[in-house]
């Protein structure tokens, strides 16, 4: 039996779902994001009053945007402020980090319905092992977007594949709510034409050192030589290269996994200044620790180590860890354990090109109840 791999990406996924509670804004420019951005109101009329992006001041960073903004310029992890400059008259919304939560619940359950053989990968994306049913990839691929929007009210676009790296690569290439096929005959001529860094797992690292060499592309990659890419990447990672240039990749579905840790790290467009960009940095730690706090609700794990990652802008990469006081899956205590952790950095007048947040030492829900922490609370203070 032939491998085919399904993944399952949502559309837009925050910001769709904001758009279910408020259909009025569809077809219009939204972002959300930002930490003190007030709850849309209503008027006398009943009608509901929104904060437009153009009247936002403060170091906020875009969480998500709608389409409609993503075509104005606006992209994830922008400074608010110049994604107001690109689209003042966008609608601003805060995050609503549960009502996220329900929603990936509810879809992966949908997806479950057609084959339970899912690895998790994220709030709002899955791979699915899809070898065993019986339906042509096509048939599959709409059952699917169906079955999701049934649940949720979301769309979601679909690659298939016969394996993860291009089942991936699939899934992006006619968002949203598109449905590729790919083989890996297809590589060259799909493939090969596109930039490096549509691999998932080159990195902006990687792929600026790919640049310099001269290669650009994925199919330059596939023709580059090994002792090449062996001399500037390591031998292991060279062979990786090679071989996801050609399209293949072995890599199981893992439907049962017991993570180590879970992180979340974000690279910056531009390097960020430790003291001048201080308000955008913590901005982007709040969103990094929700997300990561959503993604420890989602798997069923609480935290009882914090770790925090910096990446300066001359490559150096510095780690700090520090243990919960209990186990822990709310944002606000991840951000308060990170907090401790970055003051055991010197900092001064570095420039940061990177922020990562891991929760290690992972219990179960199982294993959480029995230590019997339910009710404890952590005294915080928000600096």
Same mark, same amino acid.
């Given at each position: 039996?032939?491998?085919?791999?399904?993944?399952?990406?949502?559309?837009?996924?925050?910001?769709?779902?904001?758009?279910?509670?408020?259909?009025?804004?569809?077809?219009?420019?939204? $972002?959300?994001?930002?930490?003190? $951005?007030?709850?849309?109101?209503?008027?006398?009329?009943?009608?509901?009053?929104?904060?437009?992006?153009?009247?936002?001041?403060?170091?906020?960073?875009?969480?998500?945007?709608?389409?409609?903004?993503?075509?104005?310029?606006?992209?994830?992890?922008?400074?608010?402020?110049?994604?107001?400059?690109?689209?003042?008259?966008?609608?601003?919304?805060?995050?609503?980090?549960?009502?996220?939560?329900?929603?990936?619940?509810?879809?992966?359950?949908?997806?479950?319905?057609?084959?339970?053989?899912?690895?998790?990968?994220?709030?709002?994306?899955?791979?699915?092992?899809?070898?065993?049913?019986?339906?042509?990839?096509?048939?599959?691929?709409?059952?699917?977007?169906?079955? $999701?929007?049934?649940?949720? =009210?979301?769309?979601?676009?679909?690659?298939?594949?016969?394996?993860?790296?291009?089942?991936?690569?699939?899934?992006?290439?006619?968002?949203?709510?598109?449905?590729?096929?790919?083989?890996?005959?297809? &590589?060259?001529?799909?493939? !090969?034409?596109?930039?490096?860094? &549509?691999?998932?797992?080159? =990195?902006?690292?990687?792929?600026?050192?790919?640049?310099?060499?001269?290669?650009?592309? &994925?199919?330059?990659?596939?023709?580059?030589?090994?002792?090449?890419?062996? *001399?500037?990447?390591?031998?292991?990672?060279?062979? !990786?290269?090679?071989?996801?240039?050609?399209?293949?990749?072995?890599?199981?579905?893992?439907? $049962?996994?017991?993570?180590?840790?879970?992180?979340?790290?974000?690279?910056?467009?531009?390097?960020?200044?430790?003291?001048?960009?201080?308000?955008? +940095?913590?901005?982007?730690?709040?969103?990094?620790?929700?997300? +990561?706090?959503?993604?420890?609700?989602?798997?069923?794990?609480?935290?009882?180590?914090?770790?925090?990652?910096?990446?300066?802008?001359?490559?150096?990469? &510095?780690?700090?860890?520090?243990?919960?006081?209990?186990?822990?899956?709310?944002?606000?205590?991840?951000?308060?354990?990170?907090? *401790?952790?970055?003051?055991?950095?010197? +900092?001064?007048?570095?420039?940061?090109?990177?922020?990562?947040?891991?929760? =290690?030492?992972?219990?179960?829900?199982?294993?959480?109840?029995?230590?019997?922490?339910?009710?404890?609370?952590?005294?915080?203070?928000?600096?």
């Amino acid at each position: 039996m032939s491998r085919r791999i399904v993944h399952v990406d949502m559309d837009a996924f925050f910001a769709s779902v904001e758009l279910l509670r408020y259909p009025m804004l569809k077809g219009q420019p939204v $972002v959300v994001g930002g930490r003190r $951005v007030d709850a849309p109101q209503r008027n006398a009329q009943g009608e509901y009053q929104f904060a437009l992006l153009g009247h936002y001041t403060g170091r906020g960073v875009v969480t998500t945007a709608t389409y409609e903004a993503r075509a104005l310029g606006v992209h994830s992890a922008m400074p608010l402020m110049k994604a107001a400059q690109l689209a003042p008259k966008a609608v601003l919304l805060p995050a609503n980090f549960a009502a996220y939560r329900f929603y990936s619940q509810r879809f992966k359950e949908a997806v479950r319905q057609i084959s339970p053989l899912i690895e998790n990968i994220g709030v709002d994306e899955i791979y699915v092992d899809a070898s065993h049913l019986h339906e042509d990839s096509e048939q599959l691929a709409l059952m699917l977007q169906q079955q $999701v929007h049934e649940a949720t =009210g979301l769309s979601c676009s679909i690659g298939i594949a016969p394996n993860k790296l291009l089942a991936k690569i699939a899934s992006d290439f006619d968002k949203p709510g598109g449905r590729t096929i790919l083989q890996v005959a297809d &590589v060259a001529h799909r493939i !090969w034409p596109l930039p490096v860094g &549509v691999i998932n797992g080159i =990195g902006p690292k990687a792929q600026e050192k790919l640049v310099a060499l001269g290669i650009t592309t &994925v199919g330059a990659l596939a023709h580059s030589s090994a002792a090449l890419l062996q *001399q500037h990447f390591g031998t292991n990672y060279a062979r !990786w290269l090679l071989q996801v240039a050609h399209g293949q990749d072995d890599r199981p579905i893992k439907t $049962v996994r017991r993570p180590k840790s879970l992180s979340r790290e974000r690279t910056f467009s531009r390097d960020l200044h430790v003291q001048n960009d201080r308000m955008l +940095l913590s901005e982007v730690l709040w969103q990094l620790c929700q997300r +990561l706090a959503a993604d420890l609700v989602e798997e069923g794990f609480y935290a009882q180590q914090i770790e925090i990652k910096l990446r300066f802008d001359d490559f150096e990469t &510095v780690t700090r860890s520090t243990l919960t006081g209990q186990p822990t899956q709310e944002a606000e205590h991840l951000r308060h354990y990170a907090r *401790q952790c970055l003051r055991r950095v010197f +900092l001064q007048q570095r420039r940061l090109r990177l922020l990562g947040i891991k929760a =290690g030492r992972l219990l179960s829900a199982n294993e959480y109840q029995q230590q019997g922490q339910f009710g404890m609370q952590l005294r915080l203070y928000d600096e």
